[in-house]
């Protein structure tokens, strides 16, 4: 089994910067994507950004494209989500995800953390 941890969700007003962090504990991964997902109030989970285990391959949603900066620090199993200018509807519940390639569905991640809130207000 693996254990994420998300943390450093809060609240924020539009404009403002937030750096979300998930660590991963447990089960030794090899070669593992991280990615970050969100869910709103009322909606589907969404996928918002992830990376490969090199870290030289990214990908972002539309919605959060040069706004949000993944990154990611194996030694410490860390993944990071930088967000800048943050919007109201960047509010939601951010969700830190493993999976063995890069996607961008939520059915495809085989571990999940329980998430932290971010809330953005106008």
């Known amino acids: 089994q693996v254990q994420l941890e998300e943390s450093g969700g809060g609240l924020a007003q539009a404009g403002d910067s937030l750096r979300l962090s998930c660590t991963a504990s447990?089960?030794?991964?090899?070669?593992?994507?991280l990615g970050w997902f969100r869910q709103a109030p009322g909606k589907e989970r969404e996928f918002v950004a992830a990376?490969?285990?090199?870290?030289?391959?990214?990908r972002y949603s539309d919605s959060v494209k040069g706004r949000f900066t993944i990154s990611r620090d194996n030694a410490k199993i860390t993944v990071y989500l930088q967000m800048n200018s943050l919007k109201s509807e960047d509010t939601a519940v951010y969700y830190c995800?493993?999976?063995?390639?890069?996607?961008?569905?939520?059915?495809?991640?085989?571990?999940w953390g329980k998430g932290t809130l971010v809330t953005v207000s106008s």
């Open positions: 447990g089960r030794t991964l090899s070669a593992y994507t």
């Open positions: 995800g493993v999976s063995s390639l890069i996607t961008t569905w939520a059915n495809d991640i085989d571990y």
């Open positions: 990376i490969s285990w090199s870290g030289r391959t990214t």
